[in-house]
């Protein structure tokens, strides 16, 4: 058992400490938030500290984190949360739900949020600061790139590759081989053949570029 704080207070927050509770060796201690975001002492029961000094009441040397924000900014605000609790020389763990297949010899990062029904065939790589909502299939050898966020249903065939901060929408398919670019924003639905381009954002079947950045569109700054 490691005794871990969960960093953030939002929706993500309370899923992270609902499965960790109910589905992990891991014990949640307390949440932490950056000062400004500070309301109440105490959020589901637990102490609420302010990230500024989360060190101090739970170091780095005892205790774990765990990042948790949703996939805004094509997952830009997660990555930072993930940034800063590593410059606090923090583990963070990921969570792998009991009920995900997961091939004993696939390779998965830190602070990865992997939840049910997902499929993860061998060989395949998921990097860190990766979400893998439910019920996805992701082909052996493929490799999902680091901050992704992998809505629910997707299937992602064998030998693909999935860019940084790839967000890919509810149903997506990409075939054998492709390879995702980075700050790709793949829509709901759509099936991708080929391989992507930097910075787009990708609809249909099959799926074709759209005149718009990705990074503007998902609002990166």
Not at 145 to 163: A, M, Q
Not at 165 to 193: K, P, R
């Amino acid at each position: 058992m490691v005794d871990l704080v969960i960093y953030g207070l939002g929706e993500t927050a309370v899923l992270a400490h609902e499965y960790f509770l109910h589905d992990s060796e891991h014990r949640v201690v307390a949440f932490t938030v950056d000062r400004s975001y500070v309301e109440s002492e105490q959020f589901r029961s637990l102490p609420v500290v302010a990230f500024e000094d989360v060190a101090s009441s739970f170091p780095p040397s005892e205790y774990a984190m765990f990042a948790a924000s949703a996939s805004s900014r094509l997952n830009r605000d997660r990555a930072g949360m993930f940034a800063k609790a590593k410059d606090k020389n923090y583990r963070c763990l990921s969570y792998v739900s009991s009920r995900a297949f997961v091939w004993h010899n696939v390779e998965i990062g830190e602070n990865c949020f992997i939840l049910e029904h997902n499929t993860l065939q061998p060989f395949t790589k998921v990097g860190d600061n990766a979400v893998l909502w439910s019920g996805n299939h992701v082909g052996h050898r493929t490799n999902i790139g680091r901050h992704c966020f992998i809505t629910s249903h997707v299937v992602i065939s064998g030998y693909c590759k999935v860019g940084d901060h790839s967000f890919l929408g509810v149903n997506a398919a990409v075939a054998d081989g492709v390879s995702i670019a980075a700050d790709n924003y793949v829509a709901m639905g759509s099936v991708v053949q080929k391989d992507t381009q930097e910075d787009g954002v990708y609809q249909g079947n099959p799926a074709e570029r759209r005149n718009l950045s990705a990074k503007r569109f998902c609002k990166v700054r």
